[in-house]
């Protein structure tokens, strides 16, 4: 007897003395109530402050199945009838009991219609309004099951090979076990007034309706300029599309900025997401870690755009709140929202590029015209064009505008997800891609200012030096590596210095300098002016172009290179590819006469981090420029005037220096679609016949000046598939960009 009340009290005080601590816990959880607090995603903001995204915070009252079908009424009178007559529940017959339920079962069920009545109220709802809500939560869910009863039958018929009555796989489903919403998107009065019933609630004991209903986080993401309306003065435009009548046209763009701003899902069990940041992570002794701004499932992340590559960022951390059973007291964790991502767009200067690039008639710079080329076949005419913008400030390498022709919103993705992924239409246009970042294309003769400043400053040739153009590079094989001159006229240019040679856009003399440069040196400078590498502008996914990997000299692909690619690089083709990103990032070094500054779609970003110095020859730039200006500005440049418009000028805006370079890239066949999606007389649009047929990409890049400015301000970069003449096609979506410019401030 001694030795087992010594064990006791020994064990009596190991409890209360050595383990009290965890007692203590233990007996503090089960007195606590913890409620989780959600976060405010943080807001994206073009670098004007308006907001692009924003989180609106909103609470739904959600009612527990069984208070919607009846059943938690008739639980309740089961389990008090039950108690009532327990010594005899089990020998009574089941009308009997039926008969002592329905004793109770109007108790419970005036509760439950006293708790509808209050949200009827708090909610500001006709009952006959509930009645509608509550009829439609119940036939949602019958509907589903009749759906899902189904499956599973016909799937244990061809499992079992044997029949299956429907009774056999009538389960409840998940729905059933789940809150749905009564109230939506309540106000912050009717919020306080749930949460202080449901508090109260939660320090009964008894079953109170109420312990069935929750205030279930219904926050929003919204992008208040998702949708513009622009009126476009067409005044400018080339003389064909100025209207006939009136020169305004009114265009919405919907979807502004969906591929840059991007979207937020709710994470899926199959996310990896959690698994990388977890809300609840166990130590190696068993305590749990709460990560405030870890992942659970039904949380919200970036999809795409700048919501997910800056989700690190936005994502900020949920709260929490303990209630004390004992003695009422609350305690709160205040969530710590997400901070605003600030970006380099001028959202309206994007609205008004966006429209000039839309693929509207009433507009008619993005479809194929009679202007374009010189061998146009009239059934290619109206054609919708592919194509991208990217506008620069060369001073801090910011992106005030990046378009992607075509588009899409979030409109569509949510009332026609496959269309953009298995249709014919998206699978040869490609909307989901993000063309300024995702696409590469070869530069053509956009690259030869990049080749000659890189040449005068690499020594290759002296800045008085000509190079005589007779057509082709060998005259005696005129065929290979000719003069776009030679091939149209067989004349050549004769002899050239650099900027005549940019005026003009002479191959031979381009040519002549990938000759003299080599692969290897040719590669070097191209790199270095950002070509073949990612600019890691703060988006994602991004094409990191194409340049010969020279550090890799023995794989297959480098030692089918040589001098003959060299030469091609030296006109934009061959094994050289850039992003319109990329270009804007190499025609702003050029500017600043050296200096790669990598572009950036964040605003106020550090600049010495992304700038990688150098220095370009200063005459060599000077000369460049001075080749560029006249291509817009002289009578023989490229980049002047439209032929086929009795020579009308590309450039029409006064008060602004244009040195400029146009470009017709030569690209491979694609599959273009030859009904243009137009639409038959009842409504239907036509089948889509596909034929395979060539094109060159039509580059245009101008380096822009503002009036009383000393130095180069911006970098406008078009590009447009399969088009045509650089100059027809792009130069005079360049000049409208000009005129947006000015519209909103720039110039």
């Known amino acids: 007897m001694f030795v087992i009340c010594l064990v006791l009290a020994v064990q009596l005080i190991f409890m209360t003395i050595a383990r009290s601590g965890h007692w203590k816990s233990q007996v503090q959880a089960r007195l606590t109530i913890k409620r989780f607090i959600p976060t405010v995603r943080g807001?994206?903001?073009?670098?004007?402050?308006?907001?692009?995204?924003?989180?609106?915070?909103?609470?739904?009252?959600?009612?527990?199945?069984?208070?919607?079908?009846?059943?938690?009424?008739?639980?309740?009178?089961?389990?008090?009838?039950?108690?009532?007559?327990?010594?005899?529940?089990?020998?009574?017959?089941?009308?009997?009991?039926?008969?002592?339920?329905?004793?109770?079962?109007?108790?419970?069920?005036?509760?439950?219609?006293?708790?509808?009545?209050?949200?009827?109220?708090?909610?500001?709802?006709?009952?006959?309004?509930?009645?509608?809500?509550?009829?439609?939560?119940?036939?949602?869910?019958?509907?589903?099951?009749?759906?899902?009863?189904?499956?599973?039958?016909?799937?244990?018929?061809?499992d079992t090979e044997q029949p299956v009555k429907l009774s056999e796989v009538a389960l409840p489903i998940a729905e059933e076990r789940s809150h749905h919403p009564i109230?939506?998107?309540?106000?912050?009065?009717?919020?306080?007034?749930?949460?202080?019933?449901?508090?109260?609630?939660?320090?009964?004991?008894?079953?109170?309706?109420?312990?069935?209903?929750?205030?279930?986080?219904?926050?929003?993401?919204?992008?208040?300029?998702?949708?513009?309306?622009?009126?476009?003065?067409?005044?400018?435009?080339?003389?064909?599309?100025?209207?006939?009548?009136?020169?305004?046209?009114?265009?919405?763009?919907?979807?502004?900025?969906?591929?840059?701003?991007?979207?937020t899902r709710r994470i899926w069990a199959k996310d990896k997401a959690p698994k990388r940041r977890p809300f609840i992570r166990k130590r190696m002794n068993e305590h749990t870690i709460i990560d405030y701004g870890g992942y659970q499932l039904g949380d919200r992340l970036g999809a795409w755009g700048i919501e997910r590559s800056r989700e690190n960022t936005l994502r900020g951390s949920r709260g929490e709140r303990w209630l004390n059973r004992e003695t009422g007291e609350v305690q709160t964790r205040e969530p710590i929202p997400g901070q605003d991502v600030v970006l380099s767009l001028d959202i309206q200067l994007q609205a008004r590029i966006a429209a000039l690039m839309s693929r509207d008639p009433n507009i008619g710079l993005m479809r194929q015209q009679f202007w374009h080329r010189a061998d146009i076949d009239p059934a290619d005419l109206g054609r919708p064009l592919n194509g991208a913008v990217v506008v620069l400030d060369v001073h801090s390498g910011e992106v005030l505008a990046a378009v992607s022709t075509p588009s899409y919103s979030r409109q569509d993705l949510k009332d026609k997800p496959s269309s953009f992924w298995t249709s014919d239409w998206a699978m040869i246009n490609r909307p989901q891609i993000f063309r300024p970042l995702a696409m590469a294309y070869p530069p053509g003769s956009t690259i030869k200012p990049i080749a000659l400043a890189s040449a005068y400053t690499a020594g290759l040739i002296r800045h008085g030096d000509a190079i005589v153009c007779k057509g082709a590079l060998d005259m005696s094989r005129p065929r290979r590596n000719r003069c776009w001159i030679f091939k149209h006229n067989m004349v050549g240019h004769g002899p050239m210095v650099g900027h005549e040679a940019i005026c003009v856009s002479c191959n031979v003399f381009f040519y002549t300098l990938g000759k003299r440069f080599g692969l290897e040196k040719q590669n070097l400078w191209y790199r270095r002016l950002g070509l073949g590498e990612k600019t890691n502008c703060g988006l994602t996914p991004e094409h990191r172009g194409q340049l010969p990997d020279m550090t890799k000299p023995l794989s297959p692909r480098s030692q089918k290179l040589g001098l003959q690619d060299a030469i091609q690089m030296g006109i934009g083709q061959g094994p050289v590819e850039w992003t319109p990103i990329q270009a804007a990032g190499a025609y702003a070094a050029l500017a600043r006469g050296g200096n790669l500054i990598s572009p950036t779609l964040l605003f106020n970003t550090d600049i010495a981090s992304r700038q990688t110095k150098f220095k370009l020859d200063p005459k060599g730039v000077q000369l460049v420029l001075q080749g560029m200006y006249e291509s817009v500005h002289s009578r023989r440049g490229t980049s002047h005037h439209l032929t086929k418009l009795d020579h009308e000028l590309i450039f029409n805006i006064p008060d602004v220096r244009i040195m400029g370079k146009s470009g017709t890239a030569t690209a491979g066949a694609r599959w273009i679609d030859a009904s243009y999606g137009n639409a038959k007389p009842d409504g239907k649009i036509q089948p889509h016949e596909v034929n395979k047929e060539p094109g060159d990409h039509a580059w245009f890049i101008c380096i822009v000046q503002r009036r009383g400015s000393t130095t180069p301000d911006f970098v406008i970069v078009v590009v447009a598939e399969y088009a045509g003449s650089g100059g027809a096609v792009s130069g005079p979506i360049a000049n409208q960009i000009l005129w947006a410019m000015r519209q909103e401030g720039y110039l």
């Open 43 to 158: 807001r994206i903001l073009d670098r004007r402050g308006r907001i692009l995204a924003e989180d609106r915070p909103a609470y739904d009252v959600a009612v527990h199945y069984d208070l919607l079908c009846g059943r938690w009424a008739y639980r309740m009178a089961y389990k008090q009838a039950k108690q009532d007559h327990q010594s005899a529940w089990y020998d009574i017959s089941t009308d009997e009991r039926e008969r002592f339920i329905s004793e109770h079962l109007p108790t419970y069920q005036n509760q439950v219609n006293q708790m509808f009545q209050v949200l009827a109220r708090l909610g500001k709802l006709t009952p006959e309004e509930l009645e509608q809500r509550k009829a439609t939560v119940l036939a949602k869910v019958a509907k589903l099951k009749t759906i899902l009863w189904s499956y599973w039958r016909k799937k244990a018929i061809k």
């Open 183 to 263: 109230l939506r998107a309540i106000t912050g009065p009717v919020r306080l007034q749930i949460e202080q019933i449901l508090t109260e609630v939660l320090m009964e004991e008894s079953d109170s309706v109420w312990k069935k209903v929750r205030l279930v986080d219904s926050t929003t993401r919204a992008y208040p300029l998702d949708t513009f309306l622009l009126e476009v003065d067409r005044s400018t435009f080339p003389s064909p599309l100025r209207g006939p009548i009136q020169s305004v046209a009114q265009i919405t763009i919907n979807g502004l900025g969906t591929h840059l701003i991007g979207t």
